[in-house]
């Protein structure tokens, strides 16, 4: 199985700060990569796919960048809407995986 | 508008089976396969697998293989998760998500169904 290590496990961020989350696979997958937000009591979200396309209605303040085993999800300004926790997925293989989450707090 | 709706919550003795079911609208049901993740609670996002709605035919994590069952009713546009002998780590909320065949992705999720196996 492919394994997704994301970090950090968490984060500390004020309104208006650039964060930056990584995403590790343990071989690689390509561009098959996916980002999800996701806040409690709720569904998580598809923001990105195929490692750097936004998916449509997503706020252009996010963005992802990478290929083969190392990915990150960018918020260029972070706005209260998105503390959340965040997810990498792959897609290249089954079984699919993701990543432990990444917890984004207000500072 | 592209809608997952999931039947509601089941509280299951252990040992005893579940059905959950994932109902589909506003797009051609066949042409996009459904995938089912749990969430254990405070927990991460794990596959569980994957199901053609075109063939029925399905693709499961090693880990569930011989303890769930994916179908699908074309008729009716619904996609079922039967989980046998629950355990007390059981425990979830299972979700339904499309997949896009083409990046892999999965665009739009039911809301969850919590199935609590009880200790």
């Known amino acids: 199985d492919i394994q997704m290590t994301q970090s950090p496990s968490s984060l500390s961020a004020s309104i208006g700060d650039r964060v930056t989350i990584a995403c590790r696979a343990s071989?690689?997958?390509?561009?098959?990569l996916s980002w999800y937000q996701q806040k409690p009591g709720k569904a998580p979200k598809l923001l990105i796919y195929?490692?750097?396309n936004l998916q449509s209605g997503v706020p252009s303040r996010f963005s992802g960048s990478g290929s083969g085993t190392y990915f990150t999800l960018t918020i260029s300004s972070v706005q209260p809407e998105d503390f959340a926790t965040y997810y990498c997925?792959?897609?290249?293989?089954?079984?699919?995986?993701f990543g432990q989450g990444t917890k984004l707090e207000m500072k | 508008q592209v809608q997952l709706m999931q039947s509601g919550a089941e509280v299951k003795n252990p040992g005893a089976s579940v059905k959950v079911s994932c109902k589909a609208s506003?797009?051609?049901?066949?042409?996009?396969?459904i995938n089912w993740v749990r969430q254990a609670p405070g927990q991460g996002l794990e596959w569980m697998g994957w199901?053609?709605?075109?063939?029925?035919?399905?693709d499961y994590a090693q880990k569930f293989q011989g303890s769930v069952t994916m179908t699908r009713d074309t008729s009716t546009r619904t996609v079922y998760l039967e989980l046998r002998s629950l355990r007390s780590d059981d425990t979830a909320i299972y979700y339904c998500?499309?997949?896009?065949?083409?990046?892999?992705?999965?665009?739009?999720w039911g809301q969850g169904t919590l199935v609590t196996v009880p200790s």
């Open positions: 998500a499309r997949g896009i065949s083409e990046t892999g992705a999965f665009d739009c």
């Open positions: 506003g797009y051609t049901f066949n042409n996009y396969g």
């Open positions: 199901i053609s709605t075109y063939s029925g035919i399905t």
């Open positions: 071989q690689s997958v390509s561009t098959y």
């Open positions: 195929t490692a750097s």
């Open positions: 997925h792959q897609s290249f293989g089954t079984p699919y995986t």
